[in-house]
T-cell receptor, first 114, second 114 residues
């Protein structure tokens, strides 16, 4: 069984479009995250939620809006896509906010904006 | 703010040779440190973590890392490289003051030559 799953795996779209990426975890974790990995493989946190409450909101354009309908899901909606949004987006989860806890990562969603 | 620096974006080793990946951190509080591995087109998988217990940490796949406070380092080693070790490796520090977000180093790509 997949622990952290993301859909879609690949997403190709035109500039200006709106798109969503879905994430689900079946680990029973309380905390979920979104990370962005750019073309140079650099990874940076975007958001985190704990029990559906927003905990981390890094300096991300407000075109990006996370939504957590329940503890097992954290979706990422992106409005008015730009070329610079092209990247791999990873969802992750951890048991809770304890800093020693491992984060489990999904397989990633490769977004290409044309 | 915490930060992580990985020296060497690419490392090439022969099969059977020692693998050494360098990681230095900057933190105003005792850090919690992680090494993750990313195989091509996959998500990140935890190799090992330091959580202020033993300074020599053993992980999966024969990897280990040693925490050295005096050198602010957490280098990753494996005595004998295997072809399957070819991947991208990331060192990360957990920020306890910021919702357990992981701050990653730039990554080191390991190439294993037969």
């Amino acid at each position: 069984d997949t622990a952290v799953s993301q859909t879609p795996k690949y997403l190709v779209t035109q500039m200006g479009n709106d798109k969503s990426i879905k994430c689900e975890q079946n680990l029973g974790h309380d905390t979920m995250y979104w990370y962005k990995q750019d073309s140079k493989k650099f990874l940076k946190i975007m958001f985190s939620y704990n029990n559906k409450e927003l905990i981390i909101n890094e300096t991300v354009p407000n075109r990006f809006s996370p939504k957590s309908p329940d503890k097992a899901h954290l979706n990422l909606h992106i409005n008015s896509l730009e070329l610079g949004d092209s990247a791999v987006y990873f969802c992750a989860s951890s048991q809770d906010l304890v800093e020693t806890n491992e984060q489990f990562f999904g397989p990633g969603t490769r977004l290409t904006v044309l | 703010a915490q930060s992580v620096t990985q020296l060497g974006s690419h490392v090439s080793v022969s099969e059977g040779a020692l693998v050494l990946l360098r990681c230095n951190y900057s933190s105003s509080v005792p850090p919690y440190l992680f090494w993750y591995v990313q195989y091509p087109n996959q998500g990140l998988q935890l190799l090992l973590k330091y959580t202020s217990a033993a300074t020599l940490v053993k992980g999966i796949n024969g990897f280990e890392a040693e925490f050295k406070k005096s050198e602010t380092s957490f280098h990753l080693t494996k005595p004998s490289a295997h072809m399957s070790d070819a991947a991208e490796y990331f060192c990360a520090v957990s920020d306890r003051a910021a919702g357990n977000k992981l701050t990653f180093g730039g990554g080191t790509r390991v190439l294993v030559k037969p």
